[in-house]
């Protein structure tokens, strides 16, 4: 009998230390899942939710732009015909939309249909206007700029023309890079000697950074592409700043892009045509 109470009180100790352990390694258990769930959240906002805030505020009415005393869009057939009469009467954050950049032309032979009109309507209502040609790959730079400049006419108080380079050349050789480059060169050089003033060059900050970023290149004036940040990490010279792509503004249906421009009313002016 005494074994037996024995026995009785071992196997009680045991379901006592068993049961303390099954506890201990739920909690754990419990910690560890909880652990991972308040990384993988942490991830994600910072991943996906984060850089994107700005977007996602614009969107839904809480539009925050960077301050700056020279504002103006960029506009393209994607904002269909405008309302020039109300855009002249619009502003952005109490400040008059002065300048507007307008899309002309696009590889070889593709010509914007909204060109003429929109390119006229800013000089009626006295918006400093610029034009720019959209980059591609599939044909020459000597092509594309012959294109732009049969299609462009440029006068005195308009803007310097512009390069809008989105391409990417992540998964590109070297070899083939090198001639991207050249082939935007071969524009650059020829809107240069056509027009008599430095043509602008659009782009990303990463692209710009990666393969933009040397002694020949940096000879033009940039209009960086950069949005959802209070303001530019950028170090190196800038002109425009295209800080938003969800722009709302009276007159356009839908959205547009924003930009900022580097310096005073005064600078400005001086940055335009002279014949």
Known sequence: MILKKNDNRCSTEKEERSSSFSGVSRKLLWVILISVVVGYCYFFYN?????????????????????????????????????????????IQNTPIQFAYIKATEGRDGFDEYFDY??????????????????????????????????????????????DIEISMDETSDAESHKTKNEI???????????????????????????????????????????????LEYTGDWVFWQHTDVGKINGIEGLVDIDLFNGSINSFRKLQIKK
């Open 47 to 91: 991943k996906f939710v984060k850089p994107y805030s700005y977007r996602w505020k614009a969107l839904y009415g809480e539009v925050k732009y960077p301050g700056g005393d020279v504002r103006g869009i960029d506009i393209s057939h994607y904002q269909k015909k405008i309302n020039w009469e109300e855009l002249a009467k619009s502003n």
């Open 118 to 163: 929109n390119f006229q309507m800013a000089k009626h209502h006295r918006i400093a206007r610029g034009a720019y040609h959209f980059f591609t790959t599939q044909s020459s730079g000597f092509d594309q700029a012959r294109h732009f400049c049969n299609h462009v006419k440029l006068e005195e108080g308009d803007l310097p023309p512009v390069l």
């Open 185 to 231: 060169l071969k524009w650059l050089a020829y809107v240069e000697n056509h027009y008599r003033v430095k043509p602008l060059i659009y782009a990303s900050y990463r692209f710009k950074e990666n393969y933009l970023n040397d002694s020949i290149f940096n000879q033009y004036p940039y209009w960086i592409a950069h949005y959802y940040v209070d303001s």
